[in-house]
Nanobody, 122 residues
Framework: QVQLVESGGGLVQAGGSLRLSCAAS????????MAWFRQAPGKEHEFVAA????????YYADSVKGRFAISRDNAKNMLYLQMNSLNPEDTAVYYC???????????????WGQGTQVTVSS
């Protein structure tokens, strides 16, 4: 089992950057594929990015490709999401999630954090 806690959200102007972090408890972090999802008001969870257990493979939604970068530090039990060139459409609660394999479907993930709000002003 793993517990996840996100941080790093906030208010930023369009064109700005933020770096989200996700701290994982336990010694099994490296055995999980990890992902970031986001949820805007009134919408379903949207896949943002995923990363394999070793960090060698990364996957992105088309809407964030080239702007966002997912990474992990297994020695520190940390997951990151570097977000650049933010626009108002990126406004959402961002969640990190842990699962067996990198996958764009939220149902494939067993553990979720509580989320961190990202608001991008125009």
């Amino acid at each position: 089992q793993v517990q996840l806690v996100e941080s790093g959200g906030g208010l930023v102007q369009a064109g700005g950057s933020l770096r989200l972090s996700c701290a994982a408890s336990g010694r099994t972090f490296s055995t999980y594929a990890m992902a970031w999802f986001r949820q805007a008001p009134g919408k379903e969870h949207e896949f943002v990015a995923a990363i394999s257990r070793s960090g060698a493979m990364t996957y992105y939604a088309d809407s964030v490709k080239g702007r966002f970068a997912i990474s992990r530090d297994n020695a520190k039990n940390m997951l990151y999401l570097q977000m650049n060139s933010l626009n108002p459409e990126d406004t959402a609660v961002y969640y990190c999630a842990a699962g067996r394999v990198p996958d764009p479907l939220p149902g494939q993930y067993d553990y979720w954090g509580q989320g961190t709000q990202v608001t991008v002003s125009s």
